[in-house]
């Protein structure tokens, strides 16, 4: 019954820590929108010569930078505080963690997806 009730509260940590996450980063990028700031940048460059793909790579490596370090900052501190968790509790619960990793990293991946087509609308409106 113990084993049961650690498990379940586990789980409803990690799922709190996730919701929390995914949230703030939401409201973070609703807050600031950057792609209208930065349309007539994306004009001069192309003045200067850079073609829509070259401005499209420069984008999707800004992204990755955007995207990427909180991703991976994220996913080390659910590791870290499950694996607290299991040192407290006593259980090692490996299943349950790979799959909220998966579906963290699946939804923050579809969110930076989105975001890169977003820029290419506004690269597309701003030439």
Avoid: C
């Avoid at 950057?34 to 994306?42: I, R």
């Avoid at 460059?45 to 992204?63: A, C, F, S, V, W």
């Amino acid at each position: 019954m113990q084993n049961k009730q650690t498990r379940r509260d586990i789980k409803a940590i990690a799922s709190l820590n996730f919701d929390n996450q995914m949230q703030g980063r939401i409201s973070e990028q609703h807050d600031y929108s950057p792609f209208s700031d930065e349309k007539p940048t994306y004009a001069i460059l192309r003045k200067l010569g850079y073609t829509h793909d070259d401005l499209l790579k420069g984008i999707q490596l800004k992204q990755l930078f955007n995207f990427g370090i909180p991703l991976v900052v994220g996913l080390f501190h659910s590791y870290f505080a499950v694996q607290s968790g299991w040192f407290l509790f006593g259980a090692e619960l490996w299943t349950p963690m790979m799959i909220v990793m998966v579906l963290y990293t699946a939804l923050y991946s579809i969110f930076g997806i989105l975001s890169v087509q977003h820029y290419k609308k506004v690269i597309r409106r701003a030439l």
